[in-house]
T-cell receptor
Framework: KQEVTQIPAALSVPEGENLVLNCSFT??????LQWFRQDPGKGLTSLLL?????REQTSGRLNASLDKSSGRSTLYIAASQPGDSATYLC???????????FGPGTRLSVLP | EAGVAQSPRYKIIEKRQSVAFWCNPI?????LYWYQQILGQGPKLLIQ????????DSQLPKDRFSAERLKGVDSTLKIQPAKLEDSAVYLC??????????????FGEGSRLTVL
């Protein structure tokens, strides 16, 4: 059974810092991995999708990496801004057409 | 392109009452998911549809929860009777099975249920 963990559970940083969020999964036989952002009271917004054959994906100030052999993915946020404050969740897709297993999320606060 | 639509956004009911949530996925997305998200936790899958067939409902409490996807488009999730522990946000997501975004999840805003 796939289990997904995220460390840290919460993080508070001053504006302008570069930061890394971690996602670990127990079964390396994954189809893809997706990072989401969730603002309070809102649904999940997709940030980056990494297929199992890829090592990383980039979008603006965000870079996500994937290391299947070690069961890890990291989300790197460059030059953080107060608007980046949200909960970040990773989700692991087990097989094509199968459901995603979510981590509990990291709650990020970027202080002005 | 319109996103995933859900209604109602908020619902407050007494325990043992019933409630229904509606979801309209992104046009052309064959796969539809219902997730339950309890405060402070990640979403947990309740049921997955591929077109109008059920792919996975192993975590759906079938004694009180039911879901259907008529004609492979809209879906409804029903809870009857509701329990206090059903208080959560119910998220609908859809995913395409072809094209550049194959396998990518797109979520609606969610329906927040409070059971008193």
């Amino acid at each position: 059974k796939q289990e997904v963990t995220q460390i840290p559970a919460a993080l508070s940083v001053p504006e302008g810092e570069n930061l890394v969020l971690n996602c670990s999964f127990t079964d390396s036989a994954i189809y893809n991995l997706q990072w989401f952002r969730q603002d309070p009271g809102k649904g999940l917004t997709s940030l980056l999708l990494i297929q199992s054959s890829q090592r990383e994906q980039t979008s603006g100030r965000l870079n996500a990496s994937l290391d299947k052999s070690s069961g890890r993915s990291t989300l790197y946020i460059a030059a953080s801004q107060p608007g980046d404050s949200a909960t970040y969740l990773c989700a692991v897709g087990r097989n094509y057409g199968q459901n995603f297993v979510f981590g509990p999320g990291t709650r990020l606060s970027v202080l002005p | 392109e319109a996103g995933v639509a859900q209604s109602p956004r908020y619902k407050i009911i007494e325990k043992r009452q019933s409630v229904a949530f509606w979801c309209n996925p992104i046009s052309g997305h064959a796969t539809l998911y219902w997730y339950q998200q309890i405060l402070g936790q990640g979403p947990k899958l309740l049921i997955q549809f591929q077109n109008n067939g059920v792919v996975d409902d192993s975590q759906l409490p079938k004694d009180r929860f039911s879901a259907e996807r008529l004609k492979g488009v809209d879906s409804t999730l029903k809870i009857q009777p509701a329990k206090l522990e059903d208080s959560a946000v119910y998220l609908c997501a859809s995913s395409p099975t072809s094209g550049r975004a194959t396998g990518e999840l797109f979520f609606g805003e969610g329906s927040r249920l409070t059971v008193l």
